[in-house]
């Protein structure tokens, strides 16, 4: 196969790659396909204790020469039982990590559904069950922490028929085990099943297509450079491979199995760890990997985040609707569950509006984005370069930066409510409205908040949501004009403003 150097090439690489794909699935119809082992994925609700049987079959079932050899966390490993492999991806169990789970079971051929016999179906049991029935994932479910005394399998069994979840021998077919993680009883047992269950899915690759599968994490190590994890679903993936996906592409320049070693090549189902992407992909993308003769391809940023930023600048106006946000963290997966968190932070009267997304520490530049956009930065999992700081500090520039995400929407929310508090001197409930045909309204209120002053300025408020703002034009107390009203008192007052204020409004009087 060869290409003209043009940049086009990588476009053209995806296509004939793609092809290549398709002329497989055509051929492998009849041809030598291979077995390969199964990709296992192990959801469940926080807590009921999926790290633990990760760490147990970690620790356990790794070729015993292997076993302690790990030194990173690539995202997954392979384990022998045996005689047979399993590939474990080794997803966060964190609430905050749903988007990558989802992305997870997507490229899992079976689940591990864990439920904790003491505290049987939680939400995240819920919404497990809800993404293993979307994205049609055989899974088997895991009665954890038998070993407790509070423990009742009988309750999970039933619990789970509410949500159509039939186990073997009570009415259904979907396989179970009863477990500890803690003291591995049943462990053994549940991975028979996770092998029998791969067999029966009859799982093949196909070693001449090209090869392809899913990329699990991305990061931006400060020695190695971008180092992607992946999983092989199909091929045959060697170093020296020309690699793309949707969004990034390069040549796999170092290839390096679960265990950090270099390897030549490896087949599926195996994780890889690849060096020599140009540019950082996506967590969940499908890649796709090929040889290329002679030519050289040019790879090509089609997808850079960051020229939308500009799109994204507020004006001052915009900034008292939106709260301006710059995040920062270790990995595009804990970017993207960072962002989750943020999305659904319940912040009454600010919408959140991202301007920068991206992997690394905390640098100068994000902190002058900050400076002229009124941002607050964040960072979860990274680091704030020291010049970062100065220049943060010297420019009173928020930066909230911690290891623990939900920390990080905590400390957000107060400091955002001491801000509010900061700047609200008083606040006035609207109790009626007499009359509004000008743009001077007469209306009653009583100040819950502060000393209500005379001719200041006011912001409006409905359903914490700020509409429009006015000035109080005069201020009067049983009937008399009057400079202030005291928190407590009820006072009319005429206001002049182009938003309507309707009964049940706040007026706001900040600083
Ligand atoms: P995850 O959030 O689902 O990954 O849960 P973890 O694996 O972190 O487990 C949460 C807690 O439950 C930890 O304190 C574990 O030690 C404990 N745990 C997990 N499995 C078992 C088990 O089988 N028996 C008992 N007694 N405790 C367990």
Same mark, same amino acid.
């Given at each position: 196969m060869r290409l003209l150097q043009s940049p086009c090439n990588y476009l053209i690489?995806?296509?004939?790659?793609?092809?290549?794909?398709?002329?497989?699935?055509?051929?492998?119809?009849?041809?030598?396909?291979?077995?390969?082992?199964?990709?296992?994925?192990?959801?469940?609700?926080?807590?009921?204790?999926?790290?633990?049987?990760?760490?147990?079959i970690r620790k356990t079932n790794l070729a015993a020469k292997e076993a302690g050899e790990i030194t990173q966390s690539i995202g997954a490993y392979e384990v022998v039982h045996h005689n047979k492999k399993i590939t474990f991806i080794d997803t966060p169990g964190h609430e905050a990590f749903n988007k990558m789970r989802e992305r997870g079971a997507n490229v899992a051929d079976v689940a591990v559904l864990v439920v904790a016999a003491d505290e049987s179906i939680k939400p995240q049991t819920k919404e497990s069950i809800e993404i293993l029935n979307k994205t049609k994932t055989p899974f088997i479910v895991a009665i954890n922490k038998i070993d407790k005394p509070t423990a009742n399998i009988n309750k999970v069994i039933n619990d789970l028929m509410d949500f159509n979840v039939l186990l073997e021998k009570y009415g259904g077919n979907i396989p179970w085990q009863a477990i500890s993680a803690k003291t591995g009883d049943g462990v053994s047992e549940l991975l028979d099943?996770?092998?029998?269950?791969?067999?029966?899915?009859?799982?093949?690759?196909?070693?001449?297509?090209?090869?392809?599968?899913?990329?699990?994490?991305?990061?931006?190590?400060?020695?190695?450079?971008?180092?992607?994890?992946?999983?092989l679903k199909n091929g045959i993936l060697k170093n020296g491979d020309l690699i793309a996906t949707d969004s990034a592409s390069g040549k796999i320049k170092t290839l390096e199995?679960?265990?950090?070693?270099?390897?030549?090549?490896?087949?599926?189902?195996?994780?890889?760890?690849?060096?020599?992407?140009?540019?950082?992909p996506e967590v969940g993308e499908e890649f796709f990997a090929g040889e290329i003769d002679l030519v050289e391809i040019q790879p090509v940023k089609i997808f850079e985040r960051k020229v939308e930023q500009t799109e994204n600048f507020v004006s001052p106006e915009d900034s008292r609707n939106y709260l301006n946000l710059i995040l920062k963290a270790d990995t595009s997966g804990s970017l993207e569950a960072l962002k989750n968190v943020l999305s659904s932070l319940p912040l009454k009267d600010k919408k959140v509006k991202f301007l920068e997304e991206a992997v690394g520490d905390i640098n100068d530049s994000d902190v002058k984005l900050a400076q002229a956009t009124g941002a607050i930065i964040i960072g979860f999992k990274t680091k704030i370069q020291k010049?970062?700081?100065?220049?943060?500090?010297?420019?009173?520039?928020?930066?909230?930066?911690? /290891?623990?995400?939900?920390?990080?929407?905590?400390?957000?929310? $107060?400091? @955002? +409510? /001491?801000?509010?508090?900061?700047?609200?001197?008083?606040?006035? $409930?609207? @109790? +009626?409205?007499?009359?509004?045909?000008?743009?001077?309204?007469?209306?009653?209120?009583?100040?819950t908040t502060g000393v209500f002053k005379n001719r200041s300025r006011i912001k409006i408020m409905r359903n914490s949501e700020e509409i429009g703002w006015g000035k109080v034009i005069n201020l009067q107390s049983q009937k008399q004009d009057v400079e202030e009203v005291r928190s407590g008192n009820e006072c009319g007052?005429?206001?002049?403003?182009?938003?309507?204020?309707?009964?049940?409004?706040?007026?706001i009087q900040e600083l």
């Open positions: 690489f995806l296509l004939i790659l793609q092809d290549m794909e398709q002329d497989s699935q055509l051929l492998s119809k009849n041809k030598n396909l291979l077995p390969r082992p199964p990709i296992v994925v192990i959801l469940g609700h926080v807590d009921h204790g999926k790290t633990t049987l990760l760490d147990y099943l996770i092998i029998l269950m791969g067999e029966m899915e009859n799982l093949t690759y196909d070693p001449k297509a090209a090869a392809s599968g899913v990329i699990i994490e991305s990061k931006l190590d400060s020695k190695r450079g971008i180092t992607v994890s992946a999983i199995n679960f265990l950090g070693q270099r390897v030549e090549s490896l087949s599926p189902s195996a994780p890889a760890l690849i060096l020599g992407f140009e540019t950082m010049t970062a700081q100065e220049l943060a500090k010297i420019h009173s520039i928020k930066i909230i930066n911690s /290891e623990i995400i939900y920390e990080i929407g905590k400390i957000l929310e $107060e400091s @955002l +409510a /001491e801000e509010k508090s900061q700047k609200t001197i008083a606040e006035l $409930e609207v @109790l +009626a409205v007499f009359n509004q045909k000008t743009k001077k309204q007469i209306i009653g209120g009583k100040v007052l005429l206001i002049e403003s182009d938003t309507k204020i309707s009964i049940g409004d706040h007026l």
